[in-house]
């Protein structure tokens, strides 16, 4: 059993940068892939971006490609989602989450474990 903790999340102005963070206990981290999503209100939850359980392959959508990256630290068993260039459209909750299987997974369907969100609010 995988548990995930996100953290980072809070108040910015549009044009700003956040950096959140989701720590994993209870598994073998190294051997999942990670994902992060976000659900805005009244909205579907969304994929944002995803890694390997490596590292060696991500993919972010459409929507937040060239504004978010993502990253991992096998060694700390975290993940990261660094969000520069924030627009309101990017206010949401962030969800970090986990699966074990090869590349990547987009659908949230795929994904075995979840973490409880952490908020983002970008202000115009």
């Known amino acids: 059993q995988v548990q995930l903790v996100e953290s980072g999340g809070g108040l910015v102005q549009a044009g700003g940068s956040l950096r959140l963070a989701c720590a994993a206990s209870?598994?073998?981290?190294?051997?999942?892939?990670m994902g992060w999503f976000r659900q805005a209100p009244g909205k579907e939850r969304e994929f944002a971006a995803g890694?390997?359980?490596?590292?060696?392959?991500?993919y972010t959508a459409e929507s937040v490609k060239g504004r978010f990256t993502i990253s991992r630290d096998n060694a700390k068993n975290t993940v990261y989602l660094q969000m520069n260039s924030m627009k309101p459209e990017d206010t949401a909750v962030y969800y970090c989450?986990?699966?074990?299987?090869?590349?990547?997974?987009?659908?949230?369907?795929?994904?075995?474990?979840w973490g409880q969100g952490t908020q983002v609010t970008v202000s115009s």
């Open positions: 209870g598994g073998t981290f190294s051997r999942y892939t």
């Open positions: 989450a986990a699966v074990r299987t090869i590349g990547i997974a987009t659908s949230s369907d795929r994904y075995d474990y």
């Open positions: 890694i390997s359980w490596y590292g060696g392959i991500t």
